[in-house]
């Protein structure tokens, strides 16, 4: 199979491994998918991994996890430095979750790892899959603000509330999650950087109608909410410290 027709999708669960590795494999699913109960002492807002990571990071388009084993290390521009798997979750744990990083041999860290392993266990080695990451929205426009406040007032605010603060369950957790706010991602997260918003809003938001939004319509909304105060990033000035900083990065 090619990198376009790899399917991205959650093995099925007769394919867990036995004994302790399959063990760890589903608590990584779990704490995938409830990052709030799994890892509370590590989570700084109100997100879990899966709220941007769709369905355990089984969803083309949305940043997936499938093949991911196989692709790092990696060098990446914002550290520039080779980073392990490890340092890419706790990247998303420090941002897109405003906490704080995993010891690298933690149960959890370990856990995770493995999932991803499950997750990729049919995929060769370095393949890079069509659906990784988000799929670029093309807009030549410059984004309108205003525009962008009556898209998310018409077919964002009922689930993600009137000021971005998502909605709260009894029990604390959110069944619609924060767009903006303290509960949210800081600045540091790649989800406040206009162009991956607008490109994972214009595929999978509103929930359920992926694909229904204009790409001027997802620009525009994606600015809106990406410019709304949400918490700082302490350690931003180290990022891109050997250049190729993104034009749609926040500071
Ligand atoms: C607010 C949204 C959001 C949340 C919550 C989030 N992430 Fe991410 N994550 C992103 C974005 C955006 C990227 C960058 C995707 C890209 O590079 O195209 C990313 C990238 C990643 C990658 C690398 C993907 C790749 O293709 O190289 C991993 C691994 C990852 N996140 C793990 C996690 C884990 C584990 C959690 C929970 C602890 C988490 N993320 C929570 C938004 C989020
Ligand atoms: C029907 C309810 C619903 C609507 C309407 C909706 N969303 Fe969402 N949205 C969700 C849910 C639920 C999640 C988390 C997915 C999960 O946990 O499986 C989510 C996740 C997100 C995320 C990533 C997580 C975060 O909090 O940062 C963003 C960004 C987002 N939505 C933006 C939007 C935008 C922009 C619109 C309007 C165009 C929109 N959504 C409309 C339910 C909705």
Redesign the pocket.
């Known amino acids: 199979m090619t990198a376009s027709s790899f399917p991205i999708q959650m093995p099925d669960d007769s394919s867990l491994p036995k004994a302790e590795m399959g063990e760890a494999v589903q608590l990584g699913r779990n704490?995938?998918l409830n990052?709030q109960k799994f890892?509370k002492a590590?989570?700084g807002n109100g997100?879990?991994?899966?709220?941007?990571?769709l369905n355990g990071?089984t969803v083309a388009g949305a940043?997936?996890?499938v093949g991911?084993w196989g692709?790092?290390p990696?060098y990446r521009s914002r550290t520039a430095a080779m980073g392990s798997?490890q340092a890419?979750?706790n990247?998303?744990?420090q941002?897109?979750?405003n906490?704080k990083a995993l010891p690298h041999d933690s149960v959890e860290m370990n856990a995770?790892l493995s999932y991803?392993w499950w997750l990729s266990k049919d995929v060769p080695t370095g393949m890079?899959l069509n659906g990784?990451?988000?799929k670029p929205v093309k807009s030549d426009q410059a984004p309108d603000l205003a525009h962008g406040l009556k898209v998310y007032a018409e077919k964002c605010a009922s689930c993600h509330g009137d000021k971005g603060e998502g909605q709260q369950l009894p029990d604390g957790g959110y069944l619609f999650?924060a767009l903006w706010g303290d509960r949210?991602?800081n600045i540091g997260?790649?989800?406040a950087?206009l162009n991956?918003?607008a490109?994972?809003v214009k595929a999978n938001m509103p929930l359920g109608q992926g694909g229904t939004l204009s790409d001027q319509e997802a620009v525009d909304v994606a600015a809106f909410f990406t410019t709304q105060k949400r918490p700082d990033y302490a350690e931003k000035s180290k990022d891109w410290s050997k250049g190729g900083k993104p034009k749609d990065a926040r500071y």
């Open positions: 704490l995938v990052t890892a590590y989570v997100l879990n991994c899966s709220s941007c990571h990071g940043a997936p996890f991911l692709v790092f990696e798997l890419r979750i990247d998303c744990f941002r897109s979750m906490g995770m991803i890079s990784r990451g988000f999650p949210s991602f997260a790649g989800m950087r991956n918003a490109a994972f």
